[in-house]
């Protein structure tokens, strides 16, 4: 799936990095409520852009494409019990170098139009 980070903050969607970790003698239990979350829990306002797992294993890191933040506590909260979560609204790189330049731009314009 190819995912346009551009578009992000014309959207009203958030994307959230999201980095789970558990014990390694809960990974078979994780992996087995994992695929009882995607069968239960409505993925309309939830969907996955990527997804890694730690190669030494009890660590997956995922992006996820939200609507609100309800979608994604809806589908995680299902593994509070097993893991530990924590969850940050990232924007890409590109759109914030982009954000960021408008935001000098503005900060310039106001101080060149003080000084006159």
């Known amino acids: 799936m190819k995912y346009n980070f551009k578009s992000n903050l014309e959207r009203k969607n958030m994307l959230l990095l999201d980095i789970t970790t558990f014990e390694l003698e809960n990974t078979t239990e994780v992996f087995e409520r994992w695929e ?10 939830l969907k996955v852009v990527n997804q890694w797992f730690d190669a030494g294993g009890g660590r997956i890191v995922t992006i996820y494409d939200v609507e609100s933040i309800k979608d994604y506590v809806t589908y995680n909260f299902l593994f509070s019990d097993l893991c530990h979560i924590e969850v940050f609204p990232v924007v890409g790189a590109e759109e914030f170098k982009k954000f960021i330049s408008k935001c000098i731009e503005s900060l310039n314009a106001k101080s060149h139009s003080m000084d006159s």
């Open 36 to 45: 009882q979350a995607e069968s239960m829990v409505s993925s309309n306002g």
